[in-house]
């Protein structure tokens, strides 16, 4: 079993930038993939950006790829989801998830709002 929260979530103004945390307990924190992911409103949840176990590799939607930054620091048991240049259209639900062996995304948080005015 894996446990995830998430905090950093906000209101800010377009340009500005915001680092989002993902607390892990449970199972060893290196043993697992993590990913991002946001939800709209009125829209389907969508991949943001995702780190291998060592965070020796990374990939990004391309909506946010050179904006977003995602990051792991497994003697914490952390995982981080740095935004800068928000946009109004990266308003939205984040969630972390961990990704099992299998491939399946099977752990998830509870999401934290992120808010980007014009």
């Known amino acids: 079993q894996v446990q995830l929260v998430e905090s950093g979530g906000g209101l800010v103004q377009a340009g500005d930038s915001l680092r989002l945390s993902c607390a892990a307990s449970g199972r060893t924190f290196s043993s697992y993939a993590m990913g991002w992911f946001r939800q709209a409103p009125g829209k389907e949840r969508e991949f943001v950006a995702r780190?291998?176990?060592?965070?020796?590799?990374?990939s990004y939607a391309d909506s946010v790829k050179g904006r977003f930054t995602i990051s792991r620091d497994n003697a914490k048991n952390t995982a981080y989801l740095q935004m800068n240049s928000l946009k109004p259209e990266d308003t939205a639900v984040y969630y972390c998830?961990?990704?099992?062996?299998?491939?399946?995304?099977?752990?998830w948080g509870q999401g934290t709002q992120v808010t980007v005015s014009s």
């Open positions: 780190i291998n176990r060592s965070g020796s590799s990374t």
């Open positions: 998830a961990a990704q099992m062996y299998s491939g399946d995304y099977a752990y």
